[in-house]
């Protein structure tokens, strides 16, 4: 197996009418806007979330994000994982605890029913991105469908590759974008587990994961 991975650094920010403002006077080009739709999987006992594991599909395609030691106080930092197959070994790994049977063939939508995988949470979202002339900082504009929006800086570094220098560059770009708090913010699976996952929320809350 080739290991695909890369390693998201991002800082979470509240945004306001005033950001598009900030975004044009900092010259911030926007690149896009796209919409998809995200769907969550995880056990009924929620084995991959309550260890930061995050298995989606998005517009067909498979991510995990396994969490690393966080960049900083504002910064999360998460690995990608975008194969299939690797995907498919860490999840297992995850639940192994739990009495998944080894099954020769893991292929096409079975292997979620085989390693008792179900969809918890789905959104859509439409997402607003702009680049910023330092080199590698994107800035995402989220407003997903139920009714919450939250901005993203975000820099991807390959594996191995520079996190100080990524929040460095997150860091001037929060700066110029005049973001003062201090606060962490709460991203769009927070807000939606807390208005259709109270349970599931209440877990990952008491420990520690939200
Ligand atoms: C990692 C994670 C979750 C999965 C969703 O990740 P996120 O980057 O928030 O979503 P999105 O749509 O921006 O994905 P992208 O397009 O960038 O790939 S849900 C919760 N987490 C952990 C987490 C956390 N505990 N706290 C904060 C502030 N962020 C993420």
């Given at each position: 197996l080739s290991?695909?991975?890369?390693?998201e650094?991002?800082?979470?920010?509240?945004f306001s009418?005033?950001?598009?403002?900030?975004l044009?006077?900092?010259?911030?080009v926007?690149?896009?806007?796209?919409?998809?739709?995200?769907?969550?999987?995880?056990?009924s006992?929620?084995?991959?979330?309550?260890?930061?594991?995050?298995?989606?599909?998005?517009?067909?395609?498979?991510e995990?994000?396994c969490?690393?030691?966080?960049?900083?106080a504002?910064?999360?930092?998460?690995k990608?994982?975008?194969?299939?197959?690797?995907?498919?070994?860490?999840?297992?790994?995850a639940?192994r605890?739990?009495?998944?049977?080894a099954?020769?063939?893991?292929?096409?939508?079975?292997w979620?029913?085989?390693?008792?995988?179900?969809?918890?949470?789905?959104?859509?979202?439409?997402?607003r991105?702009?680049?910023?002339?330092?080199?590698?900082?994107?800035i995402?504009?989220?407003?997903?469908?139920?009714?919450?929006?939250v901005?993203?800086?975000e820099v991807?570094?390959?594996?191995g590759?520079d996190?100080?220098?990524a929040?460095?560059?997150?860091?001037?770009?929060?700066q110029?974008?005049?973001?003062?708090?201090?606060?962490?913010?709460?991203?769009?699976?927070?807000?939606?587990?807390?208005?259709?996952r109270?349970e599931?929320?209440?877990?990952?809350?008491?420990?520690?994961?939200?």
């Open positions: 290991f695909q991975m890369s390693v650094v991002e800082r979470k920010f509240l009418a005033d950001t598009l403002i900030k044009e006077e900092i010259g911030a926007c690149v896009g806007q796209r919409q998809f739709h995200d769907q969550y999987f995880d056990t006992q929620f084995d991959l979330t309550l260890r930061d594991m995050w298995l989606r599909r998005r517009k067909g395609c498979w995990l994000k969490p690393m030691v966080p960049a900083s504002l910064c999360t930092r998460y990608e994982i975008t194969e299939l197959p690797d995907i498919q070994l860490r999840v297992k790994e639940i605890a739990r009495d998944t049977e099954s020769p063939s893991l292929q096409e939508e079975s979620l029913s085989e390693m008792n995988l179900v969809c918890f949470a789905e959104f859509t979202t439409v997402r991105s702009f680049s910023l002339a330092e080199e590698g900082v994107q995402d504009l989220d407003q997903a469908d139920f009714g919450y929006h901005g993203e800086v991807v570094v390959p594996e590759g996190v100080q220098t929040l460095e560059k997150i860091e001037r770009a929060a110029k974008l005049g973001l003062t708090g201090d606060q962490r913010v709460e991203g769009k699976m927070n807000v939606y587990l807390k208005r259709h109270p599931h929320y209440a877990k990952l809350l008491s420990e520690h994961i939200l």
